[in-house]
């Protein structure tokens, strides 16, 4: 099972970009998609997560809220996070990730089961 993140890139301050997450091998309406990130001496941060279905997508972190939002299709099995309004604070390398639609904690980032590589965003000032 592969996981490929892509979509990433050098931005300006207030810029969109829309990331994508390839699945290979992988029964991918079984799956929710997660997506994190990780900033330079940060910790992973939790963004948005879409159930199977795409019907459903769970809180985003407060510092995306409103400006990130998950999508799918599952026709291509591939998972979207389009980004608008980037800011510098945005720049991190960006992972997806594949969880058990029975996980309980979509937020915590050990509980899913298949990972991404990660795409890097810097967005520029």
């Known amino acids: 099972v592969q996981l490929q993140a892509s979509g990433g890139g050098l931005v300006q301050a207030g810029d969109s970009l829309r990331l994508s997450c390839a699945a290979s091998?992988?029964?991918?309406?079984?799956?929710?998609m997660g997506w994190f990130r990780q900033g330079r001496g940060n910790e992973r941060e939790f963004l948005s997560a879409?159930?199977?279905?795409?019907?459903?997508?769970?809180s985003s972190a407060d510092s995306v809220k409103g400006r990130f939002t998950s999508s799918r299709d599952n026709a291509k099995k591939t998972a979207y996070l389009q980004m608008n309004s980037l800011k510098p604070e945005d720049t991190a390398v960006y992972y997806c990730?594949?969880?058990?639609?029975?996980?309980?904690?979509?937020?915590?980032?050990?509980?899913?089961?298949?990972y991404g590589r990660g795409t890097q965003v810097t967005v520029s000032s």
């Open positions: 091998a992988l029964s991918f309406n079984s799956y929710i």
């Open positions: 879409i159930d199977w279905s795409g019907a459903t997508t769970y």
């Open positions: 990730a594949a969880a058990w639609s029975q996980v309980r904690d979509v937020t915590d980032y050990g509980r899913y089961t298949y």
